[in-house]
């Protein structure tokens, strides 16, 4: 197609002069780059976002604050003019509903999934475990609220994902059986905390060799089916300045590393869609994991922002035709 356009200028150029050339210019440029604009991150609406959301958040022991988070969710996703579709499912007598913001493609219906679980496990305020995954995918909502997808894009808020993925199971399992094809699913599990300390980050055993021992960097995890998607996301996130990034590519959908499946993407490795976790390790860095001082105050916004920039950045990357 780029041959095509310059042939096309070059033409224009010749036989109606600099102007005909501005106004093609105009009118083939211009939404070329206007469908990939999107807007600056804004680290205070991440720090918005947490305050909002903080807080035990555990179906049968803290259902005001849950509900109050899933409200959250919901109105800010409709806010930005999101599509809203409350997916029910069920799990031992009751109902509950993930939360999905979506976006259909102007090319394609294959979707673009960004998910990220708002509950918590009991006694846990959960600020890293998952405030910060739910705060940075609000953020890439808001970012690019007004970009003009070709494919259709859903940011999910999954529930119950603590209780072993429940949501984003009975999810993934509904899209296959509706033959949905997926072109990229990511799951943001725990991007807010860093630090600089030596011998800070801990890996499973064998994996020290080959990793960083600062736990300063986000990991990307993706199955053998998600290799090429994993490479090509990580190369766009790559060129965030100052954002250090590592990946992990795991066979048999992390069976023998079951650590690598607890999040919302092992439900689409199960399914056959590619799919990747974006994380800070969890329990391999933050020593706070499922305990009453994963507070706000412990995390690091500046990482955040910067993981948020690169998200953002492999998305539009994805989205591309």
Same mark, same amino acid.
């Given at each position: 197609? +780029?041959?095509?356009? &310059?042939?096309?200028?070059?033409?224009?150029?010749?036989?109606?002069?600099?102007?005909?050339?501005?106004?093609?210019?105009?009118?083939?440029?211009?939404?070329?780059?206007?469908?990939?604009? !999107?807007?600056?991150?804004?680290?205070?609406?991440?720090?918005?976002?947490?305050?909002?959301?903080?807080?035990? #958040? $555990?179906?049968? *022991? =803290?259902?005001?604050?849950?509900?109050?988070?899933?409200?959250?969710?919901?109105?800010?996703?409709?806010?930005?003019?999101?599509?809203?579709?409350?997916?029910?499912? &069920?799990?031992?007598?009751?109902?509950?509903?993930?939360?999905?913001?979506?976006?259909?493609?102007?090319?394609?219906?294959? +979707?673009?999934?960004?998910?990220?679980?708002?509950? $918590?496990?009991?006694?846990?305020?959960?600020?890293?475990?998952?405030?910060?995954?739910?705060?940075?995918?609000?953020?890439?909502?808001?970012?690019?609220? @007004?970009?003009?997808?070709?494919?259709?894009?859903?940011?999910?808020?999954?529930?119950?994902?603590?209780?072993?993925?429940?949501? =984003?199971?009975?999810?993934?399992?509904? *899209?296959?059986?509706?033959?949905?094809?997926?072109?990229?699913?990511?799951?943001?599990?725990?991007?807010?905390?860093?630090?600089?300390?030596?011998?800070?980050?801990? !890996?499973?055993?064998?994996?020290?060799?080959?990793?960083? @021992?600062?736990?300063?960097?986000?990991?990307?995890?993706?199955?053998? #089916?998600?290799?090429?998607?994993?490479? +090509?996301?990580?190369?766009?996130?790559?060129? $965030?300045?100052?954002?250090?990034?590592? =990946?992990?590519?795991?066979?048999?959908?992390?069976?023998?590393?079951?650590?690598? +499946?607890?999040? @919302?993407?092992?439900?689409?490795?199960?399914?056959?869609?590619?799919? *990747?976790?974006?994380? @800070?390790? &969890?329990?391999?860095?933050?020593?706070?994991?499922?305990?009453? &001082?994963?507070?706000?105050?412990?995390?690091?916004?500046?990482?955040?922002?910067?993981? $948020?920039?690169?998200?953002?950045?492999? *998305?539009?990357?994805?989205?591309?035709?």
């Amino acid at each position: 197609m +780029r041959p095509k356009q &310059s042939k096309s200028i070059e033409i224009a150029a010749s036989a109606f002069g600099g102007l005909a050339m501005t106004f093609l210019l105009t009118i083939i440029v211009l939404p070329i780059q206007g469908s990939a604009q !999107m807007e600056e991150i804004n680290k205070e609406l991440l720090k918005r976002h947490l305050e909002k959301i903080v807080g035990e #958040r $555990t179906a049968g *022991l =803290s259902d005001q604050h849950l509900e109050e988070v899933f409200l959250y969710v919901k109105e800010t996703l409709a806010g930005l003019g999101y599509e809203i579709e409350l997916d029910l499912f &069920s799990f031992e007598g009751g109902r509950f509903e993930n939360i999905i913001g979506r976006k259909k493609g102007g090319v394609s219906e294959e +979707r673009i999934i960004v998910g990220a679980h708002f509950d $918590t496990v009991p006694g846990s305020p959960g600020a890293d475990d998952n405030a910060s995954g739910v705060a940075v995918m609000l953020e890439l909502a808001r970012m690019l609220a @007004d970009r003009k997808w070709n494919h259709t894009v859903e940011f999910i808020g999954f529930h119950m994902e603590e209780w072993n993925m429940i949501g =984003s199971d009975a999810y993934a399992k509904k *899209l296959r059986a509706r033959n949905v094809q997926v072109r990229g699913m990511i799951s943001l599990e725990m991007v807010g905390f860093t630090s600089d300390q030596p011998k800070s980050q801990k !890996m499973p055993a064998g994996f020290g060799l080959f990793y960083p @021992d600062v736990g300063n960097f986000i990991a990307i995890v993706g199955n053998v #089916r998600s290799w090429k998607f994993l490479n +090509r996301f990580k190369a766009k996130m790559k060129e $965030t300045e100052g954002l250090p990034v590592e =990946s992990l590519i795991i066979p048999f959908n992390g069976i023998f590393l079951y650590a690598t +499946r607890w999040s @919302d993407h092992s439900p689409f490795w199960d399914q056959g869609y590619p799919a *990747l976790l974006i994380t @800070d390790t &969890s329990f391999y860095r933050n020593p706070h994991y499922h305990g009453p &001082s994963d507070t706000i105050d412990t995390l690091d916004l500046d990482f955040m922002q910067s993981v $948020t920039r690169g998200v953002a950045k492999a *998305l539009v990357a994805l989205d591309e035709v």
